[in-house]
């Protein structure tokens, strides 16, 4: 049996997901946990954001992280795609 990862969401993550429209909020959260089975479905970050990854939820974006020791995956922000850091 694969081990599973899990899915970590700060509470700065949740804050952020109160401020997103209803709808969205929950597909962005059915995203985040799908990762659970496939941590790495998103795409690979480059440059300063190199071991990061992101996985689009038009038009939000979720910036992540891979514990592959811990079997953890990091949410390290989620946001609309025109306000993200990583621009």
Known sequence: M???FYVDVANSI????????QPWQHRII???YSLEEA???G???WGEHKGKYKLRVWP???????????KI???LEVGHRGGMSYK
């Open 2 to 4: 694969k081990d599973k």
């Open 14 to 21: 949740k804050k952020d997901l109160r401020a997103i429209p």
């Open 30 to 32: 059915k995203a985040m």
């Open 39 to 41: 941590p790495f479905s």
């Open 43 to 45: 795409e690979k970050m």
């Open 60 to 70: 939000y974006r979720i910036i992540y992280k891979i514990d592959k020791k811990e």
């Open 73 to 75: 995956i990091r949410i």
